[in-house]
């Protein structure tokens, strides 16, 4: 199987030569089990020289011309000329020679054609390759060996030409066997093969022949061959490692430099290598794991572990773009409140919720395509169902489209203190299926858009200028006309120059709006500044004075702030005119006292 340059003086080179001599040693009649086992590891060990010899020297094997074709051709001259003069003896010599010389050279051939096949082919391409090319060589030769001599060798004569053609039938069972024993090599050795041309390919095989040669590889590898490992790969799977690590570090520390240099979105770059930051470590893992595995199984490209990986990649990446975008998305919707933008927080948020419903979607749809699925007939299968997953699902789709009411609507947005359905609270978000509401005693209620988007909605925040203040104020009866007529002005005059009350001479800007033109701009954007002092009613046990105003704020603490205020005014407003407050009383009258 194994050739060097032939030299003169023996007819096979030394490979050949030193298997047919392990040969002779086995089948002498004087060898003991212990030289029997020694001559077997000899042979062995022998294989495995030879097959690393060749592998790194692979292109000139491969471009070295035929060692055996000068001879065959010679010989075969000589057998006719043998086979004219009748030396039987001598053309049977040369015609045993012949078969060894071209068994040997349908080897070479072989061996040619399995280096070659070894580039641009995965392993399993690679393997079937190999299956071929080792039947070919057994159909090559079965005209070859077809002949039996053994009856040759028990012929007694002092004939040379016989003696010699003993010595070549011996020497051709030999080379029968040896051709054997190639063949079950390399199908043994295909993975080792496979290595070492990728050892080659990268120009490591000389280092890595040269580890796997010395002292502690052939003290080591025993252990490690039990895991499937030896010295070489555990020190590539560790250098790759290392390099892995160190590449990564590298690229972090010029990444962070770049983006710290960057002007214009160095807020985005920041934010978003932050977010992605681990993604990026769990894609340099999984990366490893995937060259660790690839190293480890001989550069073995295995369709399951493909796929896996290929399946992880596709995750990863799809969860990167889904941060990426949420991190734009944030920085978006914190520039639009600094800049009191009129595009609102809830269609950005819904309609981020919505591309990543669409990344999420499309990462599932690589993943099972790198699972091997059929994407055609996934498709088709949901185009077939569409009626099914239609009704299934007829209240998620009300809600998504109640939301959509919701947002174009404009009458509520987050942070709203809303009245609807029988709840009130705080709007936390209006999300594509269900609204949240923070209620005032601290509960979480969610409320279905599509229910919301058809129930009344009290907004109180859809306010400008103007949160109402209404008193009953009850005086006693028996308070003077003139004393309440004064009383009235007074607290008018009071809620008119008062600094928190809304007023006709109250200035505010209006909203500029586009639209249509609307009666009441004042209603139109929540505006309110009436203010009505008036002598309203009699009641059973008191006379009541109406307060109606509005104050200038619309935040509740402001506004109890204000009211208080007025409502210490109006004690001292009534002190000072003799009035009295009124409670619920009943007098009795006694009709035979009078």
Same mark, same amino acid.
């Given at each position: 199987?194994?050739?060097?340059?032939?030299?003169?003086?023996?007819?096979?080179?030394?490979?050949?030569?030193?298997?047919?001599?392990?040969?002779?040693?086995?089948?002498?009649?004087?060898?003991?089990?212990?030289?029997?086992?020694?001559?077997?590891?000899?042979?062995?060990?022998?294989?495995?020289?030879?097959?690393?010899?060749?592998?790194?020297?692979?292109?000139?094997?491969?471009?070295?011309?035929?060692?055996?074709?000068?001879?065959?051709?010679?010989?075969?001259?000589?057998?006719?000329?043998?086979?004219?003069?009748?030396?039987?003896?001598?053309?049977?010599?040369?015609?045993?020679?012949?078969?060894?010389?071209?068994?040997?050279?349908?080897?070479?051939?072989?061996?040619?054609?399995?280096?070659?096949?070894?580039?641009?082919?995965?392993?399993?391409?690679?393997?079937?390759?190999?299956?071929?090319?080792?039947?070919?060589?057994?159909?090559?030769?079965?005209?070859?060996?077809?002949?039996?001599? /053994?009856?040759?060798?028990?012929?007694?004569?002092?004939?040379?030409?016989?003696?010699?053609?003993?010595?070549?039938?011996?020497?051709?069972?030999?080379?029968?066997?040896?051709?054997?024993?190639?063949?079950?090599?390399?199908?043994?050795?295909?993975?080792?093969?496979?290595?070492?041309?990728?050892?080659?390919?990268?120009?490591?095989?000389?280092?890595?022949?040269?580890?796997?040669?010395?002292?502690?590889?052939?003290?080591?590898?025993?252990?490690?061959?039990?895991?499937?490992?030896?010295?070489?790969?555990?020190?590539?799977?560790?250098?790759?490692?290392?390099?892995?690590?160190?590449?990564?570090?590298?690229?972090?520390?010029?990444?962070?430099?770049?983006?710290?240099?960057?002007?214009?979105?160095?807020?985005?770059?920041?934010?978003?290598?932050?977010?992605?930051?681990?993604?990026?470590?769990?894609?340099?893992?999984?990366?490893?794991?995937?060259?660790?595995?690839?190293?480890?199984?001989?550069?073995?490209?295995?369709?399951?572990?493909?796929?896996?990986?290929?399946?992880?990649?596709?995750?990863?990446?799809?969860?990167?773009?889904?941060?990426?975008?949420?991190?734009?998305?944030?920085?978006?919707?914190?520039?639009?409140?600094?800049?009191?933008?009129?595009?609102?927080?809830?269609?950005?948020?819904?309609?981020?919720?919505?591309?990543?419903?669409?990344?999420?979607?499309?990462?599932?749809?690589?993943?099972?395509?790198?699972?091997?699925?059929?994407?055609?007939?996934?498709?088709?299968?949901?185009?077939?169902?569409?009626?099914?997953?239609?009704?299934?699902?007829?209240?998620?789709?009300?809600?998504?489209?109640?939301?959509?009411?919701?947002?174009?609507?404009?009458?509520?947005?987050?942070?709203?203190?809303?009245?609807?359905?029988?709840?009130?609270?705080?709007?936390?978000?209006?999300?594509?299926?269900?609204?949240?509401?923070?209620?005032?005693?601290?509960?979480?209620?969610?409320?279905?858009?599509?229910?919301?988007?058809?129930?009344?909605?009290?907004?109180?925040?859809?306010?400008?200028?103007?949160?109402?203040?209404?008193?009953?104020?009850?005086?006693?009866?028996?308070?003077?006309?003139?004393?309440?007529?004064?009383?009235?002005?007074?607290?008018?005059?009071?809620?008119?120059?008062?600094?928190?009350?809304?007023?006709?001479?109250?200035?505010?800007?209006?909203? /500029?709006?586009?639209?249509?033109?609307?009666?009441?701009?004042?209603?139109?954007?929540?505006?309110?500044?009436?203010?009505?002092?008036?002598?309203?009613?009699?009641?059973?046990?008191?006379?009541?004075?109406?307060?109606?105003?509005?104050?200038?704020?619309?935040?509740?603490?402001?506004?109890?702030?204000?009211?208080?205020?007025?409502?210490?005014?109006?004690?001292?407003?009534?002190?000072?005119?003799?009035?009295?407050?009124?409670?619920?009383?009943?007098?009795?009258?006694?009709?035979?006292?009078?």
């Amino acid at each position: 199987m194994f050739w060097v340059t032939l030299s003169a003086e023996v007819r096979y080179d030394p490979f050949i030569s030193g298997q047919i001599q392990y040969i002779d040693r086995l089948g002498s009649v004087d060898v003991t089990q212990e030289e029997i086992k020694r001559i077997l590891l000899q042979q062995k060990k022998s294989y495995a020289d030879g097959l690393e010899d060749i592998m790194s020297k692979k292109q000139a094997y491969i471009d070295k011309m035929g060692i055996y074709d000068s001879k065959i051709f010679a010989l075969e001259k000589i057998i006719k000329i043998n086979k004219r003069a009748g030396n039987k003896y001598a053309v049977l010599r040369d015609e045993v020679q012949v078969k060894s010389f071209k068994i040997l050279t349908n080897q070479k051939n072989m061996m040619r054609t399995i280096l070659s096949a070894l580039d641009d082919t995965s392993s399993v391409e690679f393997s079937k390759k190999l299956d071929k090319l080792i039947a070919k060589n057994i159909l090559d030769n079965r005209h070859l060996v077809k002949d039996d001599y /053994q009856n040759i060798l028990n012929v007694k004569s002092t004939s040379k030409a016989l003696a010699r053609a003993k010595e070549n039938i011996e020497d051709f069972y030999a080379i029968i066997d040896i051709n054997t024993d190639v063949l079950n090599y390399l199908r043994i050795s295909e993975n080792k093969m496979y290595r070492l041309n990728k050892y080659s390919k990268y120009n490591l095989i000389g280092l890595a022949l040269l580890v796997q040669k010395s002292r502690v590889a052939d003290t080591i590898n025993p252990i490690l061959a039990e895991y499937g490992l030896d010295v070489v790969k555990l020190m590539m799977i560790v250098f790759l490692i290392l390099i892995i690590y160190i590449t990564r570090k590298f690229i972090y520390i010029i990444v962070e430099r770049k983006v710290a240099n960057i002007e214009s979105d160095k807020e985005y770059a920041k934010e978003i290598l932050h977010s992605i930051r681990k993604h990026v470590e769990r894609l340099i893992l999984v990366l490893n794991l995937n060259m660790i595995v690839y190293v480890f199984s001989d550069f073995n490209t295995q369709d399951v572990m493909v796929k896996l990986f290929n399946m992880l990649y596709s995750g990863i990446f799809a969860l990167m773009i889904y941060k990426i975008l949420n991190v734009v998305a944030k920085i978006k919707i914190n520039n639009l409140d600094s800049h009191n933008s009129k595009v609102k927080n809830d269609v950005i948020n819904v309609g981020i919720k919505i591309v990543n419903f669409m990344v999420l979607i499309m990462g599932l749809m690589l993943v099972l395509h790198f699972a091997g699925a059929n994407l055609t007939a996934i498709l088709s299968g949901l185009g077939i169902g569409g009626l099914a997953v239609a009704l299934a699902a007829k209240d998620s789709l009300a809600n998504f489209f109640g939301t959509l009411s919701i947002l174009f609507s404009d009458v509520l947005s987050q942070g709203d203190w809303i009245e609807v359905h029988g709840e009130q609270g705080v709007v936390v978000e209006i999300g594509t299926r269900v609204t949240t509401l923070r209620t005032f005693d601290n509960a979480l209620v969610a409320i279905p858009n599509a229910i919301l988007a058809n129930e009344d909605v009290k907004n109180w925040n859809k306010r400008s200028l103007g949160r109402r203040i209404k008193m009953d104020l009850g005086i006693k009866y028996d308070s003077k006309s003139e004393d309440i007529k004064n009383t009235i002005y007074e607290i008018r005059e009071m809620l008119d120059k008062h600094h928190a009350i809304a007023t006709e001479n109250t200035e505010h800007t209006y909203r /500029q709006r586009s639209g249509p033109r609307l009666v009441s701009q004042d209603d139109a954007q929540g505006i309110k500044k009436t203010l009505l002092v008036y002598l309203d009613e009699f009641t059973d046990s008191s006379i009541n004075i109406l307060v109606y105003c509005f104050t200038k704020s619309v935040d509740w603490e402001d506004w109890l702030a204000t009211k208080e205020d007025i409502m210490h005014k109006i004690m001292a407003i009534f002190e000072k005119n003799n009035i009295e407050f009124a409670f619920p009383s009943l007098s009795i009258y006694n009709e035979q006292m009078k």
